[in-house]
């Protein structure tokens, strides 16, 4: 049963430069035996509310996506995209394919730990206001830092979340946020933001990181590995493990 009415879009944005990478296309990498970006995309597809995704890759690896989507039989994949220099033009150049759509979920390639749950909660929270985004409340405390390196302020901490992605909205709204942006922004919310918009937060989850080191992939590795058992893994059997797959690897 789908969360909301109407056609579900995704737009899965995984067309960065992976300069920390090591010279290799990040979400080609590989992950438990098969590339980081398959994790992601049969999340999206055997998802039960999304109707059609677009895939915006680096225009340097559009034939090894578009393979890839074939091979899988991804059948909700309608486009497979070169995106643009920074991330928001890479979201615009995936909203520019949706055609009928009243929904959109947008997504980063680079977090594979991403579930149908939180793809289906951040539809039903968006319901409310339009606007929904994944988050976690910070577990550090922040310090705001000048640029020559000292502490200006100690925001409450009780007050900040870390933004993540899924991050979903309705077509209308963020298509007319992507119209009118003139400033560069790190998500999709932010520009829904400048237009006056409110933005809901529910809660993501801690083990939904992005993948931009192979520090983060060896992680990534770990946290899908203890995905689906009952007793998820401590913060010492995790630290083990990643240190034991890298310093085997």
């Known amino acids: 049963m789908k969360e909301v009415n109407g056609?579900?879009?995704?737009?899965?944005?995984?067309?960065?430069?992976?300069?920390?990478?090591?010279?290799?296309?990040?979400v080609f990498a590989p992950l438990n035996g098969q590339p980081l970006l398959a994790k992601v995309m049969t999340v999206f597809q055997d998802c039960h509310s999304v109707d059609e995704i677009v895939l915006v890759l680096a225009k340097k690896?559009?034939?090894?996506?578009?393979?890839?989507?074939?091979?899988?039989?991804?059948?909700?994949?309608?486009?497979?995209?070169?995106?643009?220099p920074r991330r928001q033009d890479?979201?615009?150049?995936?909203?520019?394919?949706?055609?009928?759509?009243?929904?959109?979920?947008?997504?980063?390639?680079?977090?594979?730990?991403?579930?149908?749950d939180l793809v289906e909660r951040g539809l039903i929270a968006a319901r409310k206001t339009g606007a929904a985004i994944a988050g976690v409340p910070v577990k550090d405390t922040i310090k705001i830092v000048s640029r020559r390196g000292f502490v200006q302020q100690t925001p409450a901490r009780q007050c900040l979340w870390a933004a993540q992605t899924p991050q979903v909205f309705r077509?209308?709204?963020?298509?007319?946020?992507?119209?009118?942006?003139?400033?560069?922004?790190?998500?999709?919310?932010?520009l829904v933001e400048k237009?006056?918009?409110?933005?809901?937060?529910?809660?993501?989850?801690?083990?939904?990181?992005?993948?931009?080191?192979?520090?983060?992939?060896?992680?990534?590795?770990?946290?899908?590995?203890?995905?689906?058992?009952?007793?998820?893994a401590t913060t010492e059997a995790l630290c083990a493990s990643v240190s034991a797959t890298m310093h085997t690897g």
């Not at 520019?96 to 680079?110: E, P, S, T």
């Not at 083990?207 to 992939?217: A, G, Q, S």
């Open 90 to 116: 890479s979201v615009k150049e995936g909203l520019r394919r949706l055609v009928d759509c009243d929904w959109v979920v947008i997504h980063d390639g680079a977090r594979p730990c991403v579930s149908a």
């Open 61 to 84: 690896s559009l034939e090894q996506g578009r393979t890839l989507v074939k091979e899988r039989g991804w059948s909700k994949v309608i486009a497979v995209c070169s995106g643009g």
């Open 195 to 232: 237009l006056g918009h409110r933005v809901e937060v529910y809660m993501g989850a801690y083990h939904n990181i992005k993948v931009t080191t192979p520090e983060d992939l060896a992680v990534a590795e770990v946290l899908l590995q203890k995905q689906g058992t009952t007793q998820p």
């Open 7 to 26: 056609k579900v879009s995704a737009v899965i944005v995984a067309a960065g430069t992976s300069t920390r990478m090591g010279g290799i296309d990040k």
């Open 171 to 190: 077509y209308d709204l963020i298509a007319e946020a992507y119209r009118q942006a003139d400033d560069e922004v790190t998500d999709d919310a932010a």
